[in-house]
């Protein structure tokens, strides 16, 4: 994760949290939805995401959004690094497999290019 979306989904992560203290689970929500698209091609943050929406879930008493976050945490642990539907909000009340737009604002972070190292062949050493 490149630092300027780590930086984006810390943002995001520490506004759930605050609303989530704050009992503000509406809000704290919205901020978990926005993390997870953030991190959702990383295993630890895709994951983290998912386990604060299943607290907010269980202090909602949500059962759809209980069960639907542990089968989706399971998921991030094992698929995150291999494919995930690009833009997906990540709650229990979205199709897991649906695609969904890229907030505007988010664009620039995850269509950044990504800095392949190649070997050319005048960079070997014998």
Not at 64 to 91: C, D, K, M
Not at 104 to 110: A, D, I, R, S, V
Request: charged fraction near 25%; hydrophobic fraction near 40%; aromatic fraction near 8%.
């Amino acid at each position: 994760m490149h630092a300027e979306l780590r930086q984006a989904y810390d943002r995001e992560m520490k506004a759930a949290n605050e609303a989530y203290g704050d009992d503000n689970l509406e809000k704290a929500f919205f901020h978990l939805e926005r993390a997870h698209i953030l991190g959702q091609s990383f295993t630890l943050p895709h994951a983290r995401a998912h386990w604060w929406m299943l607290k907010v879930g269980w202090k909602r008493r949500d059962l759809t959004e209980i069960t639907g976050q542990v089968v989706r945490i399971l998921g991030a642990l094992s698929v995150s690094r291999v494919w995930v539907p690009v833009g997906n909000t990540g709650g229990a009340h979205v199709p897991p497999l649906r695609s969904m737009p890229i907030p505007e604002e988010f664009q620039p972070l995850l269509t950044r290019p990504t800095q392949l190292k190649t070997a050319r062949q005048g960079d070997r050493h014998p």
